[in-house]
């Protein structure tokens, strides 16, 4: 995992957005609003820094999916977004996608 001042130059949500979207089954992509969808963003960043994995100590992490989209899913229904589990998974993985693109998250293979 690289630094985390590393990962901040490089992490753009703009990007990450963009990046998301492209992942996404075509019936999401335009469902929802691109605030929503920063709002799940945020939500992920909540998540991240709730475990730890924001701290500048370079530990391996390792994200339970499952954990994290429910964490996200129950978020969006406080917020009153309009979001199914499987819409929120999607977003998930997309995310976690484009923070391996980065090399931020090296997955195991």
Do not use: W
């Not at 979207?21 to 929503?36: A, I, T, Y």
């Not at 989209?69 to 996608?97: P, Q, T």
């Amino acid at each position: 995992m690289k630094s985390e001042e590393e990962d901040l130059l490089e992490y753009d949500d703009e990007e990450a957005l963009s990046f998301i979207r492209n992942q996404l089954p075509q019936e999401m992509k335009s469902g929802h609003s691109d605030d929503d969808y920063y709002y799940l963003l945020d939500s992920i960043y909540e998540y991240y820094e709730s475990k730890g994995f924001l701290n500048d100590d370079e530990q391996e992490v390792s994200v339970d999916l499952d954990e994290l989209s429910d964490f996200v899913y129950k978020a969006a229904k406080e917020e009153k977004l309009n979001f199914s589990r499987e819409e929120v998974g999607f977003f998930v993985d997309a995310e976690i996608a484009y923070c391996e693109s980065l090399g931020i998250f090296e997955t195991e293979e």
